[in-house]
């Protein structure tokens, strides 16, 4: 049994807080506190960019030519394009209201991943970047929650991405620490002795997507979750591990 | 808190059987019945689909002229292209090894949703085909399971998905009822009274994913598992409203 738990007593966080020890405390409140085998904390890319100070002021943001172009297109402010390219190696899709990158992560999303809701009181005048290096974050999480000796317990941070072909959002591991992100199955049998079809699970977006059920996306957002009970495969690769290289892809 | 609950007592499924009875008997043993207020109980496609009859002999199958000519692209057995075809609306992609296409029920996947690991001992010529009507199947499930007052309890028929730019599968819904598959919350605000920018979560395919970290895919795969303490928002549409139609798509 899974058990997937809600981290409410997070305050709001500034740039500079140590994100571990709110983290902790958040834990011990909720009776979680010490880690075990079997824990995956998910922190929401939200309070990670937060606290590492990725906030950027709109006005100190001057759109070069390809941003007011592409702004032009996609009926968006200018500055939010010049941050969504200088966070993206390529444009994959950009029509009206329409802005999708491949972000210089590897993930293909919209907006580069831009944040400009539940960023805090009275920020319309700015965005919020993603974490500048979600797999050594979580890296860094892991080593001060569960120590050097850290075993069978994992940090995913997650995010919420739209998908081709299907409406909806749901989450997604942009950086993963503890366990292995993709669990290749290649090679293995099935329980009849047939060689398995699926041989890669993207296990560390399972977590993730898992822990939004109970982090939310509105007003009662919660920005982590601990999941308990998980079987955690040997391995240790973060988010990387998942993105596909826009030459391997199969679907287009 | 949520948990999830593997199914484990579940024999192997034949054309014909009460898939209901086996899963309130499976739930009983496991102490989880009677299904209670935020329960959604997740079948995988695949023993809905052998309770339905949807398994094929490939010695059966007829390959057409077109069938043929995929067949020598991707380099698949022609049985199991014509199946495929017939399955299916659109081709997507047809290139050595892989074969996607548009399912008639409209979600783009592999080989037509069709399954030839886990399906019996002895099927090495035999394919299995989704449910003919995965939603229905939910409903019916769902009038078995919790009878025809049921609130607040849900059912989601699951599958694994590949998907564009990220390695690895994960879970989607195939099927859905008793909960909103999709949940609209366009013209909601966030905590700080700003419009939310995520605007429709895909709840059916962020249960199925969730119950994918019991289920597994190998050797020791669970065909069923109990999320228990889910916040249903109000609604019931199936897992039809996840599909995107073709032309709305954002990433192509």
């Known amino acids: 049994m899974i058990s997937i738990h809600p ?13 571990a020890a709110v983290l902790r405390d958040s834990l011990a409140k909720a009776g ?66 329409v802005l999708i990158t491949r972000h210089r992560l590897g993930h293909v999303m919209a907006n580069g991943g831009i944040d400009r809701s539940n960023i805090g009181p009275g920020d319309e005048d700015r965005a919020l970047l993603l974490p500048l290096d979600p797999d050594g974050s979580a890296r860094g999480l892991l080593a001060a929650l569960a120590g050097p000796e850290a075993a069978g317990i994992g940090i995913v941070v997650s995010d919420s991405f739209g998908r081709p072909w299907r409406h909806g959002v749901v989450g997604v591991a942009i950086g993963a620490a503890g366990l292995p992100a993709l669990v290749d199955r290649r090679g293995e049998e099935d329980r009849d002795g047939r060689r398995l079809e699926v041989t890669q699970i993207a296990l560390a977006d399972q977590i993730a997507t898992a822990a939004t059920l109970v982090t939310g996306e509105g007003a009662e957002s919660v920005p982590a979750a601990l999941l308990r009970g998980v079987a ?15 030459e391997e892809d199969l679907f287009r």
Not at 7 to 19: F, H, K, Q, S, T
Not at 232 to 246: F, H, I, Q, T
């Open 7 to 19: 981290l409410c007593d997070i305050p709001e966080i500034r740039a500079g807080d140590d994100l």
């Open 32 to 97: 979680l506190w010490p880690l075990q085998t079997g824990d995956v904390l998910v922190v929401t890319q939200k309070i990670l960019s937060k606290a590492e100070g990725r906030m950027v002021a709109l006005d100190s943001v001057e759109p070069g030519a390809q941003a007011l172009e592409l702004a032009a297109t996609t009926r968006k402010d200018p500055r939010l394009v010049e941050l969504v390219l200088r966070e993206s190696s390529s444009v994959v899709r950009a029509v009206p209201h």
């Open 232 to 246: 955690l495969p040997e391995g240790d690769a973060g988010a990387g591990a998942l993105v596909r290289p826009l």
